[in-house]
């Protein structure tokens, strides 16, 4: 398929920037794939984080040292900015997360990632960057009001933290957020999230953005207009991105045009039954799919 075709390319082609150190060079790669139709989901999940674990495993292997391992994340974090100014603002969903690795974990680029997904979903989201103490975090999201907070561990060593972090969150009592994790740390790790003091965890930035959902009960109030348009345009999204089709291949083979396909997933287009259920077709979904996925974008009451 000539979307998935496209992002392969765009995947090698960025690797080869990020290997190089050269970042006009990699946000041009990026640049080229959005004017393609390429989404920004679809950037992150076949382009960058990809990227990003091959440039790991290169420094693992000792084909890249520390320093060439830590500007490629950094161009990495510049092309994650860069796309969060490109995003058109859409109806939030009036709930907080807080992202941040545990304390002592120096990786931010998986936080970064969380982050992004969250933003796109509607979330107000305070991204820390870098690791913080337990106490200071828990105060912070008490402070912040935080719905959520998700936190992405890479290192198997600050698994402890984080039970110290979500034991410090947790003595907040009624007024706690909710808490997931995820992260390299716990790849080939046999642990729960409850033997951690989490409340669920994920294993990707989409799943983290769907646990964090259902931890808050997102959709127990009905929502606006704006708010199902907005839900129902990324459930088209990230169908889309699943797979691997561009906006433009979309349009074509619903036969309806790539604006109007753009201003569907942005939240900012109404819908007639008759072009949902070619959208659908298209998809190889039904309205139900869709429909049953993009529902329930409200706060929960308190």
């Not at 998935?4 to 060079?25: I, P």
């Not at 989901?41 to 520390?66: F, M, T, Y």
């Not at 107000?124 to 009001?145: H, I, K, Q």
């Not at 698994?159 to 969150?169: K, M």
Request: glycine share 12%; charged share 20%.
């Amino acid at each position: 398929m000539e979307g998935h075709t496209q992002l392969s390319e765009a995947r090698e082609r960025y690797l080869d920037a990020l290997v190089a150190g050269q970042a006009a060079l990699a946000h041009s790669v990026i640049d080229h794939a959005l004017s393609g139709g390429a989404g920004a989901a679809a950037i992150c999940l076949d382009v960058l984080a990809p990227s990003q674990a091959r440039i790991g495993e290169r420094w693992r292997s000792g084909l890249l040292n520390v320093a060439q391992e830590h500007l490629a994340t950094t161009i990495t974090l510049g092309v994650l900015d860069a796309l969060s100014r490109r995003r058109t603002p859409g109806p939030g969903n009036g709930l907080r997360v807080v992202v941040t690795p545990p304390e002592g974990d120096p990786h931010s680029i998986g936080a970064r990632f969380v982050a992004e997904f969250f933003a796109m979903d509607g979330w107000d989201v305070d991204f820390l960057g870098v690791g913080t103490p337990g106490e200071d975090l828990a105060r912070f999201a008490r402070d912040r009001a935080a719905d959520l907070v998700a936190l992405s561990a890479t290192l198997p060593g600050s698994l402890p933290r984080v039970t110290r972090a979500s034991n410090e969150i947790r003595a907040l009592g009624d007024s706690a957020p909710r808490i997931i994790l995820g992260g390299q740390a716990l790849a080939g790790q046999s642990v729960t999230a409850a033997s951690l003091g989490c409340d669920a965890i994920a294993h990707a930035a989409p799943e983290a953005v769907s646990e964090g959902r259902r931890l808050v009960g997102l959709g127990s109030v009905k929502p606006s207009l704006e708010q199902q348009l907005g839900a129902l345009g990324s459930t088209i999204s990230a169908m889309r991105s699943r797979r691997r089709m561009t906006q433009r291949e979309l349009a074509e083979a619903c036969g309806l045009d790539r604006t109007y396909i753009s201003l569907v997933e942005n939240g900012r287009q109404n819908l007639s039954f008759g072009a949902l259920s070619r959208i659908a077709d298209a998809l190889g979904a039904s309205v139900a799919d869709m429909v049953g996925g993009g529902t329930g974008r409200g706060r929960a009451t308190q």
